[in-house]
């Protein structure tokens, strides 16, 4: 992986002195509330409902077992020994206290891991492809790229205080796993006719309040100009979005009023002013950081076919290996490699949490099996990258043990799931323990993949934190007047990838206790609708809302519908 | 006399005195949605009968608001031909507009306004006027100028900071000047200079 040279590392090394004497300032007085907000939200803090929070960048979800050591030391000696893996790719610790918070961050600098940016109006940390550099469908190994736009991004002076927080996702695959399509900028990187690198650029995706689908205002863009042209991009919100309502101020606000056609002019108009300008990027440069994401030492394997007759027994012998094979070991582009998605979606565990000795665990098993790295996925798993065909049956029997083996990869229960009312100060509704209601009412795991590819994704408040709006079925918490008890939206046929689609509400809100029940409703129409080899989402396509809202909210809907 | 910092970490006492609109002028916040107190690129900075009648200490160097230097420029141009008179911008006005309206060879000074920290629309005025419109003299930061965020300012070209008065002692600008060389190399270019880290320095090669 990137390894820092000396400049990255007194870059770090500099903002840990510089955040130290502004937190000295802060709790001396010498710096408002008000003024110490976006210092500490730039550092990656976040004071919430019970203390202050504290966001781990991990970079394009590239993590070295060291790091995650690193991450569970302080996790339990400054925490209280767990961590939350987000829909960022990053890590969230939860309880920390701010006079601690430069002692972590130092910590931190010394395994080169920074909360810088992961929060605040301002370039936010860049999320990428999990399976960056090894999916077989890939064209170009996008992380020297997000690296590249790290650097470049990270204390920018012009862009320092955006209108509002600005987001990047990067592919360089057939198909999208970084749902770059609801990213504020979605970088796609291709190889031409020619081979020539190329950048097809969507710009204006967003969820929350306002969701929004990105559009292309850059088909085939040279890689070389790719900071030319960001630059242009974030020049022109940072000087005309708005920054008089926090609720129009994403770049998708800007592009929805002026249109694609427009925004595009705007951008290239500034682009041609810097287009071979110093920032323009070298062969020499890209080569150097490439260097940093050059294919671990592999082993040469001439046929799969043994590896494979193998883990065929097995699978007759454990039929829980089988199902886990089937869902969390991932194509290579390397033969006798597969990746392997560990889950974090563990019945009686919230989504994406990780005590500090599991990650201690995890770490030496990414280093027994894997070179020693790890992915962390927007969907909040853990992903080892580069593991041998052979190891798969060992490496489960461990996993098993750890409660890490949950054949659930992109079924039902790999819930996608924010951390709620429990630590989240905007929540209106404690979402955590609706996933894990969900969990129980779907525990049969051979129902579950039954049911086959279902994207669940549970956000306690509009700013959809889990991408609800993208989700096959996407869970809302709402907010009712005068309620005591917390209510949800259920929404359906939301996708994420090139084609990304935004869900529809089916109705009205129902309470917490009858989402699980409510989704077993929608599930069993499927199942009763179904044709051969459907997907869930593929039947919604087919028959719409209309029977989902029937069975959900009974002959009321349709006559509802009738009159409306 | 209020104080101001230059890039080197100098001290000095503000030899300008900034002419300013009454604070009653800010936006009102809205009714609905999380408002901030800021008028959108485009929209005017103050209406013309506020313009019209903000006062100009009568000797002096002063720096005017562009709407008032536009409005009343012939009651000021004695005083500019002379050197005296300087143009300030608010954020929600554009670096084009001042270019047409302000001939930069000649204007002693100009400033760009920042209305709050978190308004960082005055960053790429700055980078503009200096690398767009080749404006080399003088540009002062003015405004809500906070010590946390000099080196970006520096940065994007300004070359002289006015903190609002008070704001800071003495002996704290001077701990803030001391820390101005923090960050040593910073990865990326800006109007200070335009190269990026790839460019400025031989990077080591890396292994993976
Ligand atoms: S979606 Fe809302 S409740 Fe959930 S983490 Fe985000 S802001 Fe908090």
Redesign the pocket.
Known sequence: MYRYDDYDQAFIDARVAQFRDQTRRYLAGELSEDEFRPLRLQNGIYVERHSPLLRIGIPYGVLASAQLRAIAHVARVYDKGWGHFSTRQNIQLNWLKIADIPDVLAELAKVRLHAIQTSGSCVRAITADHFAGIAPDEEVDPRPFAEILRQWSSLHPEFAHLPRKFKFAVTGAKSDRAAIRVHDVGLAFYKDAAGEVKVRVYVGGGLGRTPTVGVVIADALPWRQLLNYCAAILRVYNRYGRRDNSYKSRIKIMVQSLGAARMRELVEAEWAFDKDGPSTLTEEELARVSLGFAPPPYEKVASENAALARLQVAGEEHPDFARWLNRCVHGHKQRGYRAVTLSLKRRGVGPGDVTADEMDAIAALAERYGFGVLRSTHTQNLVLPDVKLVDLFDLWRELDSLDLATPNTGLLTDLVC????DL?A??NAR?VPLALAVQEQFADIERVADLGEIDCNI???I????HHHVGHIGILGVDKEGSEQEWYQIALGGEQGFDARLAEIVGRALAAEEIPAALAKVLDLYVEERRPGERFIDTFRRIGIDPFKIRLYGDRARVEKKYA | MPEVIRPDGRIEEADWTLVRYPASNDPKPKATGKAGLARNTGEAAAPPELVAALPVPPSGRVIVPLALWQARREELQRRFDAGEVGVWLDACEEVETLVAAVDLAAVPLLALDFPKAGDGRAYSSAALLRRRYGYRGPLWAVGDVLRDYFVFMFRCGFDTLLPRPGRYTHAQLAEAASQLGLFKQPYQGAVDDPRPLFRRVQRAPLHA
């Open positions: 924010c951390p709620g009312g989240c905007l929540a979402s956000s306690g408040c700013n959809s934190c889990s």
